[in-house]
């Protein structure tokens, strides 16, 4: 099982929709995807209707990884697909981390690792222990997917999240995971300030960047109001073409 972490600690980058749609194109391939949804906010479970039920159930990231539940406990098959999803709730926000172990989710992933080929993890945009876990199980043969928008805020949370890696892998004697930078929501004509974002990537990321990127759309907005990737909701539109150019260069990256 590969493993896939989008991270960025800015919000509003298109980190959680990165997620769903990168796991609705490897679902279509036939691929075995499961989908960790480590953001409180749980935007994630949302687009599978699963908050209440798994709130009712227990059946929650919080389980698996203070609870030391397995996967196989926790995920919830959506029916008619090849995908499971481990859903979130507002609850994780208030966990005492100081109880959470660096590489929980790297050992629970270890466990389940011949019943899935992709784990992707929509990670929750606090430098936390919740993300150190994401990054630390994507450490060996993994990818953290650093979701950017080009604003004036494009170095900030860049900058936080590529250090992020390199520190706690660097305290803990692991393998600093590989990382690449994907521009999102990119206009058709950008502004100047737009052109600027895009230069300081070039400048200072030019190594990491993917040469796929996500073009701003309507059809995006549009779909998640039906809780919908927009490769499901429109799979012929720009947006859902360059997820599923994304999903190809990734794969190319895991090889």
């Not at 036939?30 to 908050?51: C, E, H, M, N």
């Not at 926790?74 to 959470?100: K, M, R, W, Y």
């Not at 043969?141 to 900030?156: A, E, F, N, Y």
Request: glycine share 6%; charged share 25%.
């Amino acid at each position: 099982m590969r493993t896939i972490a989008i991270s960025n600690y800015k919000g509003g980058v298109g980190k959680t929709t990165t997620a769903v749609n990168l796991a609705s194109v490897y679902e279509q391939q036939g691929k075995r995807v499961l989908l960790i949804d480590l953001d409180p906010q749980a935007s994630a479970t949302d687009y599978y209707g699963l908050y209440e039920w798994a709130k009712s159930e227990g059946r929650t990231s919080i389980e698996l990884l203070y609870g030391n539940a397995p996967v196989s406990e926790v995920a919830f098959p959506i029916e008619g697909t090849t995908l499971s999803v481990i859903p979130s709730v507002i609850e994780l926000v208030d966990q005492n981390e100081l109880l959470l172990r660096e590489q929980r989710l790297k050992f629970a992933l270890d466990d389940a690792a011949e019943d899935f080929d992709i784990a992707i993890i929509d990670c929750s945009p606090v430098l936390k222990r919740l993300a150190f876990n994401a990054y630390l199980a994507a450490a060996e043969d993994g990818i953290i997917i650093v979701p950017v928008k080009l604003d004036s805020t494009v170095m900030r949370g860049t900058a936080l999240t590529v250090e992020a890696t390199r520190s706690i892998t660097e305290a803990l004697r692991l393998p600093r995971p590989k990382f690449k930078i994907l521009r999102t929501c990119v206009p058709g004509r950008m502004t100047n300030a737009e052109r600027t974002g895009a230069e300081v990537l070039d400048r200072y990321f030019q190594d990491v960047l993917f040469d796929s990127v996500i073009h701003a759309s309507t059809k995006v907005a549009e779909g998640s109001w039906q809780w919908l990737p927009v490769t499901a909701f429109e799979p012929g539109s720009r947006p859902a073409k360059d997820y599923a150019a994304l999903a190809e260069e990734v794969l190319h990256e895991l090889a």
